[in-house]
């Protein structure tokens, strides 16, 4: 997925295309377990399309960014609590 960066007809691509496809990233790599690279991709998602997700027509983009980023935030908060128990 990161690849797609480096391809020239993903940078020509529409803002909201490589909003959509950022988010899919995420999903996978919820699904994945790949919990530190989605916490350092949601601060790149929100700074890179920080204006974007403001629109009311990405509402639902806003919202599953959102949700991932709570989630997140819980799984990280145990880790670390488990690991002070030790």
């Known amino acids: ?18 909003l959509k496809i950022a988010i899919a990233e995420l999903m996978i790599r919820y699904e994945l377990a790949d919990y530190d690279v989605i916490e350092y991709r949601i601060g790149q998602i929100q700074r890179s399309f920080r204006l974007l997700l403001q629109h009311s027509q990405q509402q639902a983009e806003h919202d599953m960014v959102y949700m991932l ?13 488990n690991w002070s128990k030790r």
């Not at 997925?1 to 490589?18: G, P, Q, R, W």
Request: cysteine-free; glycine content about 0%.
């Open 1 to 18: 997925m990161i690849d797609l960066n480096m391809l020239e007809s993903f940078k020509k691509a529409d803002e909201v295309l490589k």
């Open 69 to 81: 980023h709570n989630l997140i935030q819980n799984i990280t908060k145990h880790r670390r609590e």
